[in-house]
């Protein structure tokens, strides 16, 4: 579905909201949290970006329907939504893919979330950086740079709980310039680490990085939001597995990475700011 479809069919279904409530956009607007100028922003279609995760949660609960309805991911607007089969494949556009992530997060709130990147992970990157991984793939860099906005305002949310493992070699070689970073000027390199070491500091504990050995352990990039499913990353596509076994198996995969890290949470950004870029 195109970007802006997907803005319509939300507008259409805050509109609905608004009509079944009997509220005026005033008291609409504050039983969800939000002044009244971003309602209205919101009715006019003027953008096609989505509310805030903590938004679409308040409107969800306080109207009672489900994220899928709002979000346009289902035509049941029942707070269950529709029954998920074991395992799925989702794909689709760039905008869909960010609507999946919006959704999954949501779901997640309150809820740890365990992350293992497929590369430096998503809300640490620099635009710089950003620009420079999708012009390899031919993607559009401002989308992607919403979806890391997106991943840091939801980890800047009180509450929120992630953990990230990831490989030390990773970033040993970024601050080389080696493998799929080796047109990357240093300069840029530079600030890149820098800027993930100050986020580093400024999120923790809420958001806590793990380096283990990849020559010890190796994992595929997936995402456990919660109790509720895990994404695996394919490239341009998810396998997600729905099912309380399938999430809780994802979970001890990912306590082994910590348990063997070389690098705890704590530690973390002092290492990244020890690494020499050359």
């Given at each position: 579905m195109d970007k802006r479809d997907l803005s319509r069919l939300f507008q259409e279904r805050i509109k609905s909201l608004l009509l079944r409530s009997g509220e005026n956009q005033s008291s609409f607007a504050a039983s969800v949290g939000i002044d009244r100028s971003a309602l209205s922003q919101l009715l006019s279609g003027q953008s096609t970006r989505l509310p805030r995760v903590e938004t679409l949660l308040n409107i969800a609960e306080r109207h009672s329907v489900s994220l899928d309805w709002l979000l346009g991911l289902s035509q049941d607007e029942g707070i269950t939504g529709e029954l998920r089969p074991s395992m799925e494949i989702e794909e689709g556009s760039d905008n869909f893919e960010r609507t999946l992530l919006v959704k999954w997060h949501a779901e997640a709130t309150g809820s740890k979330i365990r992350y293992v990147p497929a590369r430096i992970p998503d809300l640490l990157r620099t635009q710089a950086v950003v620009?420079?991984?999708?012009?390899?793939?031919?993607?559009?860099?401002?989308?992607?740079?919403?979806?890391?906005?997106?991943?840091?305002?939801?980890?800047?949310?009180?509450?929120?709980?992630?953990?990230?493992?990831?490989?030390?070699?990773?970033?040993?070689?970024?601050?080389?310039?080696?493998?799929?970073?080796s047109d990357l000027p240093r300069k840029v390199r530079q600030e890149q680490l820098k800027h993930m070491a100050e986020l580093l500091d400024e999120l923790y504990p809420s958001f806590r990085l793990y380096l283990f050995d990849g020559r010890e352990r190796f994992s595929v990039p997936y995402t456990v939001f919660g109790p509720y499913r895990t994404a695996i990353f394919v490239g341009e596509m998810y396998l997600v597995l729905n099912t309380t076994e399938a999430v809780l198996t994802m979970q001890r995969h990912f306590d082994g990475l910590i348990r063997v890290a070389r690098i705890n949470a704590h530690e973390a950004a002092q290492y990244i700011s020890s690494l020499k870029v050359t």
């Amino acid at each position: 579905m195109d970007k802006r479809d997907l803005s319509r069919l939300f507008q259409e279904r805050i509109k609905s909201l608004l009509l079944r409530s009997g509220e005026n956009q005033s008291s609409f607007a504050a039983s969800v949290g939000i002044d009244r100028s971003a309602l209205s922003q919101l009715l006019s279609g003027q953008s096609t970006r989505l509310p805030r995760v903590e938004t679409l949660l308040n409107i969800a609960e306080r109207h009672s329907v489900s994220l899928d309805w709002l979000l346009g991911l289902s035509q049941d607007e029942g707070i269950t939504g529709e029954l998920r089969p074991s395992m799925e494949i989702e794909e689709g556009s760039d905008n869909f893919e960010r609507t999946l992530l919006v959704k999954w997060h949501a779901e997640a709130t309150g809820s740890k979330i365990r992350y293992v990147p497929a590369r430096i992970p998503d809300l640490l990157r620099t635009q710089a950086v950003v620009a420079y991984e999708t012009s390899m793939v031919h993607r559009d860099p401002a989308i992607q740079l919403s979806e890391t906005a997106f991943r840091l305002d939801y980890n800047r949310q009180p509450g929120t709980d992630m953990e990230v493992c990831m490989p030390f070699q990773t970033l040993n070689d970024f601050a080389g310039g080696c493998s799929i970073w080796s047109d990357l000027p240093r300069k840029v390199r530079q600030e890149q680490l820098k800027h993930m070491a100050e986020l580093l500091d400024e999120l923790y504990p809420s958001f806590r990085l793990y380096l283990f050995d990849g020559r010890e352990r190796f994992s595929v990039p997936y995402t456990v939001f919660g109790p509720y499913r895990t994404a695996i990353f394919v490239g341009e596509m998810y396998l997600v597995l729905n099912t309380t076994e399938a999430v809780l198996t994802m979970q001890r995969h990912f306590d082994g990475l910590i348990r063997v890290a070389r690098i705890n949470a704590h530690e973390a950004a002092q290492y990244i700011s020890s690494l020499k870029v050359t």
